[in-house]
């Protein structure tokens, strides 16, 4: 049986509620019943419903008409609105906290991935079930087309510490070729992939990247680094257009059953976003998005760090709306530019602790400099577009912050919410109070420590690598952060439990003292998520007039015991007061 049709009152409940609103109407008027067209669509009542709103009030009953919340209160109070149509959902003393807003999250390449085959998935792996996994895939796949994989989110993910090489998945994919990506890094691939990209014992390890090999100089099919795999992935067949609607398909309902009932889509160049944005409206058209997404301009530092000033505001301008631009569904966020690199490319005050870059290394910058970044944020303030720059490394952020300064003294920004990606690692004082002063919002993805952090500490050093996302170092200087996935797994629960915990994989604990508490983990998820696509108005907690998002949870993650809020199964999700999602059964 459906959840709905447990959570759904029994004929017999439906029946007093119906007598008990007709009685109050009696009581109040002669001669009239309330109006059918004034009745709610839909109660939620009988629970906790955790607000979110400024004094984080709890209360027992919702009412929710044209996909708006009409009343939050008092069971008491609501339960007699109910009309003949109202549909009740009685929560029997469970959770609800408002529809969960992703901040940083690559949609369409989730999306992407729930059609492929992927091992990102969070759960422990092994060497035998990854190689069933490939084995039924090519068994579902006419030979000589590529099978194209996820790999895990580190080796931590699998219980032998090591991925297949190419002649276990020649065994399980002979006809096949096959290769399969792991965080960016790592390439996987079988005998016949090898063959098709040329790459033999004869051919030399490329600048930058590695063809290990065993004793006798044989490739073992894994390759390191773009430069090795590349040739690999270049034959990899790209993601027609059909592909993309249904990844987005795809990932409006794996989202939805996750809770989540907004996000910001970190994917996307320019042209794309456009394409992006059709197949968005179409589904939205259809009826089919049932989750608020933001589209993002993607501005590469290949393509513009050392563009002029009139071919960077033509880009600006082409962008074509302002942030906020859209519908309810679909909007326009703003600019994602990324200052540098990830774990291995973050730009640092002082040089990696790891020595296989070389002495002195501190990490990339995308092509970007403060005058190139300041000529995109000049052009961003005219057209009312709004900044996500991505910055991992210290001293990105310091760039980053000290660009915004500078723009600042000829355009105020305060007030425009501009936001720093990641904001990986030890803010200054002066990072403090420019963040402060400029109002820019931090968006961190503390779950990423989870899946990779050991890596940081390895590649970084110890410290750095646990100071990583300092979210209370944010938040106690009075920064707004919110909080996302980006390539984690998409759970907010598991996304709630890292903030508050701040674990990896290992079990390990990275500077405690960086650890949130659960409220202000609950708020970066929801309110602050909505103060970062000025929507706090119209979304984030639970309040009259705010759109009817909310999701009912199978237990409480501001009173269980905090290793079980990532078990935590999410029940139903509403997203404009639909039902968009519930779990098979209690
Ligand atoms: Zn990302």
């Given at each position: 049986m459906g959840l709905r049709n447990h959570l759904f009152s029994s004929v017999q409940h439906w029946s007093r509620l119906v007598v008990f609103a007709s009685l109050a109407v009696v009581s109040c008027s002669e001669n009239s019943s309330v109006p059918d067209m004034l009745a709610p669509d839909l109660v939620v009542h009988g629970g906790k419903i955790i607000t979110v709103d400024n004094d984080f009030r709890v209360v027992s009953a919702v009412a929710i008409k044209d996909g708006r919340f009409v009343a939050v209160g008092d069971e008491g109070q609501i339960l007699?609105?109910?009309?003949?149509a109202t549909q009740v959902i009685d929560l029997e003393g469970r959770t609800v906290i408002p529809g969960v807003i992703d901040s940083h999250i690559h949609a369409f390449g989730y999306g992407l991935d729930r059609s492929s085959l992927n091992f990102a998935t969070g759960e422990m792996l092994t060497l035998e079930g990854i190689l069933e996994h490939v084995r039924g895939r090519a068994a579902q796949t006419p030979p000589g087309e590529w099978i194209v994989a996820r790999g895990p989110?580190?080796?931590?993910?699998?219980r032998e510490g090591r991925l297949p090489d190419r002649y276990e998945l020649d065994e399980v994919a002979p006809d096949n070729p096959f290769y399969m990506n792991t965080q960016g890094h790592d390439g996987n691939v079988n005998s016949l992939a090898l063959e098709m990209a040329g790459i033999t014992r004869d051919t030399p390890d490329p600048v930058g990247g590695t063809i290990v090999r065993d004793e006798d100089g044989v490739p073992t099919g894994e390759l390191l680094e773009e430069f090795a795999w590349g040739p690999v992935e270049r034959l990899t067949p790209v993601p027609t257009r059909e592909d993309m609607v249904e990844a987005a398909r795809l990932a409006v309902e794996g989202l939805n059953a996750a809770g989540i009932t907004s996000l910001v889509d970190m994917d996307g160049p320019l042209s794309e976003s456009r394409d992006k944005i059709e197949i968005l409206n179409q589904l939205e058209a259809n009826g089919d998005l049932t989750i608020r997404w933001h589209v993002l301009t993607r501005f590469r530092g290949t393509e513009?760090?050392?563009?002029?000033a009139e071919v960077i505001d033509e880009a600006v301008r082409d962008i074509g709306a302002p942030s906020g631009f859209g519908s309810e569904w679909v909007r326009i966020a703003g600019i994602k530019l990324s200052l540098d690199g990830g774990v291995q490319g973050a730009y640092m005050r002082e040089p990696y602790a790891e020595e296989q870059f070389g002495a002195g290394y501190r990490g990339i910058l995308r092509g970007w400099d403060k005058e190139s970044l300041k000529l995109v944020m000049r052009s961003a303030h005219k057209y009312g577009v709004r900044m996500f720059v991505h910055c991992v490394g210290d001293a990105a952020l310091d760039l980053a912050l000290d660009a915004m300064d500078e723009v600042d003294d000829e355009l105020?920004?305060?007030?425009?919410?501009w936001t720093l990606e990641h904001a990986g690692l030890k803010p200054t004082e002066r990072n403090l109070e420019q963040a402060k002063r400029l109002g820019v919002v931090i968006s961190t993805q503390q779950p990423m420590g989870w899946t990779i952090g050991k890596s940081f500490k390895r590649v970084w050093g110890d410290e750095l690598g646990s100071n990583w996302m300092p979210n209370k170092t944010w938040v106690d200087a009075g920064v707004v952060v919110k909080g996302g996935s980006d390539v984690a797994p998409i759970d907010p629960m598991l996304g709630l439990w890292t903030y508050v915990t701040r674990e990896d994989i290992t079990g390990a604990v990275s500077d405690p003292i960086e650890r949130v508490s659960r409220e202000e983990a609950l708020r970066m998820y929801t309110i602050n998520g909505a103060y970062g696509t000025f929507q706090e108005n119209m979304l984030g907690s639970i309040e009259?007039?705010?759109?009817?998002d909310l999701v009912i949870l199978g237990g409480d993650p501001l009173t269980?015991?905090?290793?079980e809020i990532r078990d935590i199964p999410i029940l139903v999700t509403i997203a404009g007061g639909q039902i968009v999602y519930e779990a098979d059964s209690p």
């Open positions: 007699p609105l109910g009309g003949v989110f580190s080796l931590e993910f699998v513009y760090a050392n563009a002029s105020p920004l305060l007030g425009l919410r009259v007039g705010k759109l009817a269980v015991p905090v290793d």
